[in-house]
Nanobody
């Protein structure tokens, strides 16, 4: 069993930056792929970024060049550095863990955090 707790969300002006953190419990963290997803009001949850245990990384096209995902296996933590934020990035951001065949699929992840709100004002 893995528990995930996100932190680092908040209110920021367009063009600003935030860094999200996801702390995981459990001894098998390093063997899981870890992902970030987001969900805006009245929209489906969508893929943002993910990183495999091997270090392979994938990003949604909408965040490439602006967001960076990283993981610290020694501290069971995954990060999402978000730069050049846009109002369209406003959403609840969720951390996820699992062994998905495809990193961008919501259904591929077994464990989810409660989410952290990110609001970008124009």
């Amino acid at each position: 069993q893995v528990q995930l707790v996100e932190s680092g969300g908040g209110l920021v002006q367009a063009g600003g930056s935030l860094r999200l953190s996801c702390a995981a419990s459990g001894r098998t963290f390093s063997s899981y792929s870890m992902g970030w997803f987001r969900q805006a009001p009245e929209k489906e949850r969508e893929f943002v970024a993910a990183i495999r245990w091997s270090g392979i990384i994938s990003y949604a096209d909408s965040v490439k060049g602006r967001f960076t995902i990283s993981r610290d296996n020694a501290n069971n933590t995954v990060y999402l550095q978000m730069n050049s934020l846009e109002p369209e990035d406003t959403a609840v951001y969720y951390c996820a863990g699992g062994s998905p065949r495809l990193l961008a699929t919501v259904q591929g992840y077994d464990y989810w955090g409660q989410g952290t709100q990110v609001t970008v004002s124009s």
